[in-house]
């Protein structure tokens, strides 16, 4: 069986500083592993993706996740946040089918 | 090229009512999924169409609850009838490849159908 749990609903951090957003996952087989963005009043848009091959995984607008097996975690971080971050933000891991399995979500709040 | 695109965008309706959300995929996806947030909690899973077939149904709550993708085009997912703890946010997405969901390539989300049931 596959689960995510996402630490925290809502993360606030200054414009400027790390932004740590915590997920760990449950999998009975090899995960694949994601991580969404929402923006207000848009659909949700893939940010990065772990499959195989190199822990450490870049996506769009400097975000990154490093997968630690040995901690079932797949943390998304950037070095530096910006105001246009503000957004909710989903982790995802896939199984044996075809589905996504979701966390609940965390909102990420950049105070200027 | 074309997003996955989502009608109506919001939705309020009576307990007891029928309401009929709509998906248009990206054009030459066969992998179509519909996900169900109910507020404050994860998105879940409801269902999977590969073409117009109906791969996955799993999730789907209960009976009250029809999907369909004829033609293996655009879906449908009608509640019928509506209680208050169908309102919850549902999204579509589309991907090209079935192999667990994404393999190489990523499923594509639209904007979601916000349902509230009065």
């Known amino acids: 069986a596959q689960s995510v749990t996402q630490l925290g609903s809502h993360v606030s951090v200054s414009e400027g500083a790390l932004v740590l957003l915590r997920c760990n996952y449950s999998?009975?087989?090899?995960?694949?592993l994601f991580w969404y963005v929402q923006y207000p009043n848009q659909g949700l848009q893939l940010l990065l993706k772990?499959?195989?091959?190199?822990?450490l995984v870049k996506g769009i607008n400097g975000f990154e996740a490093e997968f630690k097996k040995s901690e079932t975690s797949f943390h998304l971080t950037k070095p530096s946040a910006h105001m246009s971050d503000a957004a909710e933000y989903f982790c995802?891991?896939?199984?044996?089918?075809?589905?996504?399995?979701f966390g609940t979500g965390t909102s990420l709040t950049v105070i200027p | 090229e074309a997003g996955v695109t989502q009608f109506p965008s919001h939705s309020v309706i009576e307990k007891g009512q029928t309401v009929t959300l709509r998906c248009d995929p990206i054009?030459?996806?066969?992998?179509l999924y519909w996900y169900r947030r109910v507020m404050g909690k994860e998105i879940k899973f409801l269902l999977h169409?590969?073409?117009?077939?109906?791969?996955?149904e799993s999730g789907m709550p209960n009976n009250r609850f029809l999907a369909e993708r004829t033609g293996g085009t655009y879906s449908t997912l009608k509640v019928q009838p509506a209680e208050l703890e169908d309102s919850g946010v549902y999204f579509c997405?589309?991907?090209?490849?079935?192999?667990?969901?994404?393999?190489?390539?990523?499923?594509?989300f639209g904007q979601g159908t916000r349902l509230t049931v009065v």
């Open positions: 054009s030459g996806h066969d992998n």
């Open positions: 995802a891991v896939s199984g044996t089918g075809n589905q996504f399995y």
């Open positions: 997405a589309s991907s090209q490849d079935g192999n667990r969901g994404i393999t190489n390539t990523e499923a594509f």
């Open positions: 772990y499959t195989t091959g190199a822990t």
């Open positions: 169409f590969v073409k117009e077939s109906k791969q996955d």
């Open positions: 999998s009975s087989v090899p995960p694949y």
